[in-house]
């Protein structure tokens, strides 16, 4: 197995047991609730999911940090000090200054350790879609590809790693600019629910809107429907914003029309559902476009 080290962020929204199952390293990027800063591990030991959610719906808002450049440093320097090769994952430059960050750090210990290999990509991916990134890194690894055939693939599949996702309150992408005051009034009014993705500079952006929360959920199947990868036996990440049994629906109808290898689901963690919301499910897999 080529040895080395495949370090991302917790913004992949990975559990732990998958990050355990995968090999790979976490930086908990953070987030602030009524002044108080709460780191977010994939175990979540400082605040449950579902508390978070119930905080949200109750008036409470979130805001999120970046990993910084000294974050990275102190995470990378004992793992080149070990003689570990390192390749970072990092969140949507389109997103979050993380990605800018991770690359600050490698350039500088690049310098300082030139006899490790030491990579950062821009995945221009969030939440599980980043997640699904890494775990086809790390089984890539598995395999034993090297650092380099590992940061090759990433970079030349991540266009294809497809992103669709609804919210089911207008409010959170309101707040966030991504839609107008006005826009989610009549949203709201008439149960119009927008369906949405990252497209390939790694920004969140709408490509349709239906009426209704079942009619959301088909949307996303609907969307991959036409875009899908047909290899035979998928791989699908879906991750929900404390809405579980809308998230199982989701895969239900997937695998009524996919011949499906596995299905991951987990929370849409902090860092991205302070921004989406209570309510969000996202649908990520393999695609011939986003």
């Known amino acids: 197995m080529s040895d080395?080290?495949?370090?991302?962020?917790?913004?992949?929204?990975?559990?732990?047991?998958?990050?355990?199952?995968?090999?790979?390293?976490?930086?908990?990027?953070?987030?602030?609730?009524?002044?108080?800063t709460y780191q977010n591990h994939p175990d979540n030991r400082e605040m449950d999911p579902?508390?978070?959610?119930?905080?949200?719906r109750g008036g409470d808002v979130a805001t999120t940090n970046a990993v910084n450049v000294a974050q990275y440093t102190e995470a990378l320097e004992p793992?080149?000090?070990?003689?570990?090769?390192?390749?970072?994952?990092?969140?949507?430059s389109?997103?979050?200054?993380?990605?800018?960050?991770?690359?600050l750090a490698v350039e500088e210990l690049s310098a300082k350790y030139p006899e490790r290999k030491l990579f950062t990509v821009d995945t221009l991916c969030a939440s599980l879609g980043q997640g699904l990134l890494v775990w086809y890194a790390a089984k890539a690894r598995e395999r034993g590809c090297s650092i380099e055939e590992v940061r090759d693939w990433v970079e030349d599949h991540k266009l294809n790693l497809c992103h669709q996702f609804t919210v089911d309150d207008l409010h959170f992408l309101k707040r966030g600019g991504r839609i107008s005051a006005a826009t989610a009034m009549v949203g709201s009014m008439l149960h119009i629910k927008p369906v949405l993705h990252v497209d390939d500079e790694g920004h969140l952006t709408s490509i349709g809107k239906v009426r209704g929360r079942h009619a959301s959920l088909k949307a996303l199947v609907d969307q991959m429907e036409e875009t899908a990868v047909d290899s035979g036996s998928l791989t699908v990440f879906i991750s929900h914003g404390d809405c579980l049994e809308d998230a199982q629906a989701v895969e239900r109808m997937v695998r009524d029309r996919f011949n499906v290898h596995n299905i991951y689901i987990n929370f849409v963690g902090p860092v991205i559902g302070a921004h989406s919301g209570p309510g969000t499910v996202a649908l990520f897999y393999i695609g011939t476009v986003r």
């Open 94 to 103: 389109g997103l979050s200054t993380t990605y800018n960050s991770s690359r």
């Open 4 to 36: 080395f080290v495949i370090l991302t962020d917790s913004s992949a929204d990975l559990g732990a047991d998958m990050v355990r199952e995968l090999d790979v390293q976490v930086l908990p990027l953070s987030f602030i609730l009524d002044e108080h």
């Open 79 to 92: 793992l080149l000090q070990a003689g570990r090769d390192v390749l970072i994952l990092a969140f949507s």
């Open 50 to 56: 579902h508390v978070f959610y119930e905080r949200l």
